[in-house]
């Protein structure tokens, strides 16, 4: 099993993804990349090459599940684990999230000193 060390993370909130990027990068050693929009994430994330992506539901333009639908649509990145992160995590909601293929959910408001190991749960689980 490969290491986790690139995480795309798509967040159109710039206070959220300044506290994201620094808990990624100084508590979990990744290496981040961080896209403001789904068009962002889609045009740039081939040449990031992820090893996991972040992915926020509510964006303006194109949203989280349309994002995720975009990346699938991509060879170089089918296969890569995606991980939604919002504030609406009923059952129903979280159960929508993985049927459109989502790894996981990581509930907003995050706690900047787990997120990383939410992150790195989330990976080990990948392929079960």
Known sequence: MSELQR????????????????????????????????????REAVAFAPDMILLDVMMPGMDGPTTLQQLRGLPELAQVPVVFMTAK???????QYKALGAKGVIP???DPMTLATQVRALWETRDG
């Open 108 to 110: 907003k408001p995050f």
């Open 89 to 95: 995590v009923q059952s129903a909601e979280i159960a």
């Open 7 to 42: 995480v795309l993370y798509v967040e159109d909130e710039q206070d959220i993804r300044t506290v994201a990027k620094l808990a990624l990068e100084m508590v979990g050693g990744f290496q981040v990349k961080i896209c403001s929009s789904g068009e962002d994430a889609v």
